[in-house]
Nanobody
Framework: QVKVVESGGGLVQAGGSLRLSCAASGIIFSISDVGWYRQAPGQQRELVATITRAGNTDYGDSVKGRFTISRDNAKNTVDLQMNSLKSEDTAVYYC?????????????WGQGTQVTVSS
């Protein structure tokens, strides 16, 4: 059974930092691409950051220079370090794990973790 679990959310003041963690089990994590997405109330889910199985990273324009994504394949985790947080970063943050084994593609989402930034 595949499980994707996010942790590390919470309430922080503007300008502060939080570190989110995504842990996956039941899949071959090292061959998976992983992304963090977020969804604020009344808005569409948007890309925050992604990291490929090769370690290549990409960021949404609104978080470039403030957020850093990293992975530890030995622990099956991907972290999102969020610095200089703004009120507009308030959202539920979701982890997405996807990949392909031979011809079969897979994609899994976690349940999300709430991040609230107070101004």
């Amino acid at each position: 059974q595949v499980k994707v679990v996010e942790s590390g959310g919470g309430l922080v003041q503007a300008g502060g930092s939080l570190r989110l963690s995504c842990a996956a089990s039941g899949i071959i994590f090292s061959i998976s691409d992983v992304g963090w997405y977020r969804q604020a109330p009344g808005q569409q889910r948007e890309l925050v950051a992604t990291i490929t199985r090769a370690g290549n990273t990409d960021y949404g324009d609104s978080v470039k220079g403030r957020f850093t994504i990293s992975r530890d394949n030995a622990k099956n985790t991907v972290d999102l370090q969020m610095n200089s947080l703004k009120s507009e970063d308030t959202a539920v943050y979701y982890c997405n794990v996807r990949g392909r084994i031979f011809t079969k593609e897979y994609m899994y989402w976690g349940q999300g973790t709430q991040v609230t930034v107070s101004s």
